[in-house]
Nanobody, 129 residues
Framework: QVQLVESGGGLVQAGGSLRLSCAAS????????MGWFRQAPGKEREFVAVITAGGGNTDYADSVKGRFTISRDNAQKKAYLQMNSLKPEDTAVYYCAASWSVPFGRAIMPRTVDKYGYWGQGTQVTVSS
């Protein structure tokens, strides 16, 4: 089991920045790819960013590329999402999620919800115009 807890959400004006954190406990954090997803009211949960278990590779949704940065600290068992140049359309509940990656050489970067076995409770991000 892996337990995930997000923090760092809040209300920010357009153009501002926020840094989300995801704290993990349980099984070895370094064996999981970590992803960030978001869900706006009335919409499906969508992929935002992912980082490999070792932290060497990342992938982003086109809508956030160049504005968001995903990172992780395996010693601290934390993942982060730095969000810059925020837009009102970034408003959503943001979730971190863990995907077991050992069978895949710890190299996977899944972009779909079904590939993640563990989820946090979410943190609200609201961007005002």
């Amino acid at each position: 089991q892996v337990q995930l807890v997000e923090s760092g959400g809040g209300l920010v004006q357009a153009g501002g920045s926020l840094r989300l954190s995801c704290a993990a406990s349980g099984r070895p954090f370094s064996n999981y790819a970590m992803g960030w997803f978001r869900q706006a009211p009335g919409k499906e949960r969508e992929f935002v960013a992912v980082i490999t278990a070792g932290g060497g590779n990342t992938d982003y949704a086109d809508s956030v590329k160049g504005r968001f940065t995903i990172s992780r600290d395996n010693a601290q068992k934390k993942a982060y999402l730095q969000m810059n140049s925020l837009k009102p359309e970034d408003t959503a509940v943001y979730y971190c999620a863990a995907s077991w990656s050992v069978p895949f050489g710890r190299a996977i970067m899944p972009r779909t919800v079904d590939k993640y076995g563990y989820w946090g409770q979410g943190t609200q991000v609201t961007v005002s115009s």
